[in-house]
């Protein structure tokens, strides 16, 4: 079979899978311990409800020890397992603050200094990060709260400002008008959610431009 090969060292007590991004080998040894995983009670049952006679005399007398056990799907299956370890893992990246790096190879020569520029565009393009950031920017890429978008440019609203000192997102919508006044080809630019101020890239220079005239004033 084309997906299987055979280790090149003799007596060898393992095998080769070629799978698509390249060959894996696997141990003989504990194989089948560490793939073992509990059938769960809906196959057991729907195997035992076969109207093949060979199928039910496998999955029947399986079923019953099963249903006298009371086993159901919560049972430490390799599965279950996972999931639980999978839950865990998000408590505990939710109690954190993750940052994903990307590394990128330089060159394929691994020498210092040298950087090959078309070998490190096609990492990228392969990596989806060029997709990521063109989606990026057609949405809003730039994502601030009212209280820190209201401290940088609240000086746009000069007096005006602290009628709006208990109402943040009031105060948000009246910055984003006073923009919308002066630079009305953003007017459609930024979006105002809940607890926060969507922008675009050109929206925020459009605001920091706002906020000079602003001040000078």
Not at 159 to 174: H, L, T
Not at 203 to 213: K, W
Request: one cysteine or more; hydrophobic letters at 40%; proline letters at 4%.
């Amino acid at each position: 079979m084309k997906s299987l090969k055979k280790p090149k060292a003799l007596g060898a007590r393992s095998f080769i899978v070629c799978h698509y991004a390249g060959e894996v080998v696997y141990e003989i040894e504990g194989f089948v311990e560490k793939n073992k995983d509990a059938v769960s009670n809906l196959i057991t049952e729907s195997m035992a409800n076969s109207k093949l006679s060979i199928i039910q005399s496998i999955y029947k007398p399986l079923h019953l020890e099963m249903a006298t056990k009371k086993s159901n799907l919560k049972g430490n299956s390799l599965s279950n397992q996972f999931r639980a370890q999978l839950s865990s893992l998000i408590v505990t990246l939710r109690k954190s603050s993750p940052r994903y790096i990307r590394c990128i190879k330089p060159n394929n020569k691994f020498t210092p200094h040298d950087f090959d520029s078309p070998d490190v565009l096609k990492q990228l393009r392969c990596a989806g990060m060029l997709e990521a950031i063109r989606i990026r920017k057609a949405g809003y890429s730039i994502r601030i709260m009212f209280k820190e978008f209201n401290r940088r440019y609240r000086a746009i609203l000069k007096k005006e400002a602290v009628k709006y000192d208990s109402r943040p997102r009031d105060a948000a919508i009246a910055i984003l008008d006073n923009l919308k006044k002066s630079l009305p080809k953003l007017a459609t630019k930024f979006q105002v959610g809940f607890t926060k101020v969507f922008l675009k890239e050109e929206t925020r220079s459009g605001l920091e431009q706002v906020l000079n005239v602003a001040c000078l004033d």
